[in-house]
């Protein structure tokens, strides 16, 4: 089994894993990855906004990593998003393992498939019901809630208190700035998509303010137990 691993805001590698630093070529560009070994799973390790966090979400390679992790014969993709709550039950510190999206980024090249053949990909259940259904299963020291609907803004901004209320009118639960077009360039490459959606905060007009610093705070403190979910999960496979 080989698994690509891309973490967001705040999770840049996973400690006590050893790892050797790769350059993956891509028609879409040249990206860093790091190998490591997991008993017997192959890991691949991508921070997706690089090491330091210094490429803002709207303008990631997206195309480039998964094409990267695709290359390197990775069959499934865990990926750590932060995310603002819309729902009052889902409080900051959780994790969701979300199965929907609603799609409000614009500009982005969110597909591979521009010219040639034509191809729509299913899209019914776009993050891996199987994956969710393993991930659901571990013990956390965090609350863990499985199922959502993770609506994906363009960014880099948050979100207008207005936005954020008429979001949750159409069943939205965590806001965040990178699962699309990750998940769908995954599902178009044909692998296998989970994302752990990080709860950072409460989305804009349900609490007094959003901030970088905010979410950065609370990835930090969340941070080792997510690394630890993540490997449990690796192993879980
Ligand atoms: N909105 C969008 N993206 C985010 C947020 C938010 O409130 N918190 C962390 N990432």
Redesign the pocket.
Known sequence: MKIGVIGGSGIYQIEGVPSTEISVNTEYGEVKVFLAQVDDREVYFLPRHGLGHSVPPHLVNYRANIRALQGLGAQRIIATN???SLNPEIKPGTVVLVDQFLDFTKGRKSTFFEEGKVVHTDMTNPYCPEMIEVASKITTPFPLRKGGVMVV?E?PR??TAAEVKAFAMLGGDV???TSVPEVVLSREAGMCYLSLAIV??F??GLQEQ?SHEE?LNIMDKLNNQVQMFILDLIKAM
């Open positions: 932060a995310v603002g803004t960014g948050f979100e806001v965040g700035m950072s905060n989305a804009a959003v979410v």
